[in-house]
Structure formats: structure tokens, C-alpha cells
């Protein structure tokens, strides 16, 4: 199965401090996601990325965040001031390009917000 | 606003047995359905797919049927191991739809 990557598999940090999650999608997939799960809910979706730019974004995803291909490698997701409630898993996935593709997930990255 | 349901939260099922798993959804512009099974510390992994223009999608021990006018889908393993373990979730797209809407997963235990 293909294999996306995500740096650090866990981070913590000071509420008020930027975080960026890092994430190496599969070299032909072309969209790309982040999802989030905090602890005990379920995952919800932040935004959809594709040719150099967010497609959807949903309301969880407000001017805190921003996401970037800067090397047409990575994929990052950061986040500006952390909240406490900012403490979850976040997934990034991937897919080629049909919208019913499948969309492989990484491993995903615990963010812990102090 | 809950499009995605999986009204159980957890399921335990002797081993060899059928696991059922369900999902409700209330969007009728959903169009495409992934079941994807989750371990404890690793990201969700793609299982079976179905889309709305067919009721049945069968992928080894795992089938799943999808009831478009009830809007009602459910997964079946059989027969089950105790690999099978894991928390299951539901997600729906809908046509040409950028993301999925995840339901909040059923967390299945297979007995040995």
C-alpha cells in the first residue's frame, strides 16, 4: 500500500507558540488533506489542497492555519498560536486525482498544546 | 450536525462469527463510501469502497452494502479475527467532493 510520511509523530509545545506538521505525500497523488481527531472524537476534515492551493477548507480551519508546499515535496500544516484545544491527531492523506480515489492517510502527529 | 452516524460505539464478536458494522447518513448528495479501520497510534487505513451506483462491494472477508434510499450502509467481515480489532469509521464524499465526512467509528473486538 503507498505510503505517506508525517514529521514529528509527536509534538508538544507552549499554548501561544507555531507548530508546523510536516507530511510527505505519495510522489503521483495530487491532492492532498489534512484531517485532525482530538482524543475520543472523530476525524474531522480542515482542508483540501491541490495545485499550490487550498480547494476546501472547512470551519476548523480559520486564520490560524495555513498550509504549504514549499518544495513540492513536503506538505505542511502550521499553526500560528496554538490553543489548548488545538491537542490532537493530525492526519495528512493523499490521492491521485478522481474524486473517488482512495485517500491514504500517514501515521498521523500528536500535537500536545501546555 | 451529525451527517455521518455510527450509532455503536463499540462491538464485540466472537472469532470465526460475522462483524456487522453500521453507518447512517442524512446528506443525500453523498455519493461515495469508505469504510477505513484505525489502530491505536497509526493513521486510518483505506478497507473497501463502495459508490452509489451499486448495493454491494465485496473485497475478500469484507462486503459492503449500501441501502442509497435508507441511506444506510454496512460493513460485514466474515469471518472475523482478532486482527480485525480496531476501530472502524465510515466516510462519505460526495460527487466530486473534495474531502470525506468521517462518522466517529465503531470500535470492534474480536474474541478469540
Known amino acids: 500500500e503507498p505510503e505517506v510520511t508525517q514529521t514529528p509523530s509527536h509534538q508538544v509545545t507552549q499554548m501561544g507558540q507555531e507548530v508546523i506538521l510536516r507530511c510527505v505525500p505519495i510522489?503521483?497523488?495530487?491532492?492532498f488533506y489534512w484531517y485532525r481527531q482530538i482524543l475520543g472524537q472523530k476525524v474531522e476534515f480542515l482542508v483540501s489542497?491541490?495545485?499550490?492551493?487550498?480547494?476546501?477548507k472547512s470551519e476548523i480551519f480559520d486564520d490560524q492555519f495555513s498550509v504549504e508546499r514549499p518544495d513540492g515535496s513536503n506538505f505542511t500544516l502550521k499553526i500560528r498560536s496554538t490553543k489548548l484545544e488545538d491537542s490532537a491527531m493530525y492526519f495528512c492523506?493523499?490521492?491521485?486525482?478522481?474524486?473517488?480515489?482512495?485517500?491514504?492517510f500517514g501515521p498521523g502527529t500528536r500535537l500536545t498544546v501546555l | 450536525d451529525q451527517q455521518v452516524k455510527q450509532n455503536s460505539p463499540s462491538l464485540s464478536v466472537q472469532e470465526g462469527r460475522i462483524s456487522i458494522l453500521n453507518c447512517d447518513y442524512t446528506?443525500?448528495?453523498?455519493?461515495?463510501f469508505l469504510w477505513y479501520k484505525k489502530y491505536p497510534a497509526e493513521g486510518p487505513t483505506f478497507l473497501i469502497s463502495?459508490?452509489?451506483?451499486?448495493d454491494k462491494n465485496e473485497d475478500g472477508r469484507f462486503t459492503v452494502f449500501l441501502n442509497k434510499s435508507a441511506k444506510h450502509l454496512s460493513l460485514h467481515i466474515v469471518p472475523s479475527q482478532p486482527g480485525d480489532s480496531a476501530v472502524y469509521f465510515c466516510?462519505?464524499?460526495?460527487?466530486?467532493?473534495?474531502?470525506?465526512?468521517f462518522g466517529p467509528g465503531t470500535r470492534l473486538s474480536v474474541l478469540p
Open positions: 510522489s503521483n497523488h495530487l491532492y
Open positions: 492523506a493523499a490521492r491521485r486525482a478522481a474524486s473517488t480515489d482512495t485517500q491514504y
Open positions: 489542497f491541490y495545485n499550490n492551493e487550498i480547494s476546501e
Open positions: 466516510a462519505a464524499s460526495e460527487i466530486d467532493g473534495q474531502n470525506f465526512v
Open positions: 463502495i459508490s452509489s451506483i451499486k
Open positions: 446528506n443525500s448528495m453523498f455519493d461515495y
